[in-house]
């Protein structure tokens, strides 16, 4: 017969502790990875080919955008200059002409913040649907380049993705396409670009 003494002092020993090298290993291999995004087709575009092609599992997404403050625009808008002129001074008609100007262009910005928000949503949808969990940043500069190089700098992102659509240097100069935004991020921005050219035959396509 075994003795009592004999079997409790071979109790099961506890499981081994985790490696704390290992939890270091695994959130070292977490990318931050942003998404610049314009509301255009391109950046539509641009998301979904992420999800197909560039991001993994355990990657940390943000989908960065940069609001205008002296414009409107966007994919559907088209410029709207929200700039106030110069009001005369003196008269009360014109004291009520610059507070009712002054009235729109706030009803416009929030109109504008209001579409911004659902048009992100919309990009998203990809994100969403592959369950690639993701959060939006969204800032206000009058200048998208220089802000979208500030923003990824501190968010310290590892690399940075955007759309833009296969045209000649003429065609990209316009400030409101992203073509000309991520030539000037290529060269500035601290961490790889990567430019996902929107397909030719799409743009024609939306042009016809």
């Known amino acids: 017969m075994a003795n009592p003494a004999e079997s409790d002092s071979k109790?099961?020993?506890?499981?081994p502790a985790p490696s704390s090298s290992a939890a270091i290993a695994s959130a070292a291999s977490q990318r931050r990875i942003a998404i610049a995004v314009d509301l255009s087709d391109e950046s539509a575009y641009a998301v979904r080919w992420a999800v197909q092609n560039y991001l993994r599992p355990g990657d940390a997404v943000v989908l960065l955008h940069v609001r205008p403050?002296?414009?409107?625009?966007g994919a559907d808008w088209g410029f709207t200059d929200l700039s106030l002129s110069a009001a005369a001074e003196g008269s009360e008609e014109?004291?009520?002409?610059?507070?009712?100007?002054e009235s729109q262009q706030k009803k416009m910005e929030d109109d504008f913040d209001a579409f911004t928000a659902a048009k992100v949503?919309?990009?998203?949808?990809?994100?969403?649907?592959?369950?690639?969990?993701?959060?939006?940043?969204?800032?206000?500069d009058h200048d998208m380049k220089e802000r979208l190089c500030l923003e990824v700098e501190r968010l310290g992102v590892g690399a940075?993705?955007?759309?833009?659509?296969?045209?000649?240097?003429?065609?990209?100069?316009?400030?409101?396409?992203?073509?000309?935004?991520?030539?000037?991020?290529?060269?500035?921005?601290?961490?790889?670009?990567?430019?996902v050219r929107y397909p030719?035959?799409?743009?024609?396509?939306?042009v016809a």
């Open 11 to 15: 109790a099961p020993a506890p499981p």
């Open 69 to 73: 403050t002296s414009v409107l625009y």
């Open 94 to 101: 014109e004291a009520a002409a610059a507070a009712s100007v």
């Open 121 to 140: 949503e919309e990009l998203a949808r990809p994100l969403v649907e592959a369950r690639i969990p993701f959060r939006v940043h969204i800032v206000k």
């Open 160 to 195: 940075v993705i955007m759309g833009s659509r296969g045209f000649g240097a003429s065609r990209r100069a316009s400030k409101a396409r992203l073509g000309s935004v991520s030539d000037y991020c290529v060269h500035h921005c601290v961490c790889p670009v990567v430019v």
């Open 200 to 206: 030719d035959d799409v743009a024609v396509s939306s």
